[in-house]
């Protein structure tokens, strides 16, 4: 077995293939942006979390490698995306020749990723889930017309900057969110994503840390 890094499955065509297949898919149904993006921009995350907290390197690569891929498994269907991401991440990683151990812990990760079933099992899967649930911002929206009739969109679209930041003195871990509230009001950011806020609050546990959301400066969570 060999020791497989994020550039390697950054760089597969096959991975690659998956991840734009998936989001077109996702595209056809009127979900925003999932392509390759949401997906650096979550292996970024994931990897600057586990980096401030400083766990060991491999993990880190690790946590990239499964936030890179963790929505491949819409390319078979939206439901149970999560599950089916992590069978199709297996057969990857195994044919690429990943140590088992490691293949493990990615797989784990993207099959407790999705709100519905999702638990922060692993180091892994609580960076991959606060990255996720972390990455709300207006570039995800794909058609501007559609904030009038689409509430996921109106919120992604009115979020005008997300910073998470990592204190780690203080034992907290905080989403600022600068949102145009002439868009929409906070309470409809509450409305379609309380579940999401909630499971950060648990992987944040799982690192001791304490989850907090400030939207426009005020502390709400």
Known sequence: MKRITFADIKHSQEVRTYIKQADASLEALGYTEHSFAHCTKCAEVAGDILSELEYDPHEIELARIAAFMHDIGNVV????????????????????????????????????????????????????????????????VRNQATIYTDIHDRVNYAVEQAIVKLKKEEKTITLHLTIDTEICPVMEYFEIFLERMLLCRKAADFFELKFKLAINGNALL
């Open 77 to 140: 269907n939206r439901v149970d995306h999560a599950q089916s991401g992590a069978i199709m991440a297996f057969r990857l990683l195994d044919k690429m020749g990943m140590d088992a151990k490691d293949t493990a812990a990615v797989i784990t990760a993207i099959g407790n990723h999705d709100e519905a079933t999702a638990y922060p099992v692993n180091a892994v899967a609580a960076a991959l889930i606060l990255a996720d649930k972390t990455d709300v911002r207006r570039s995800r």
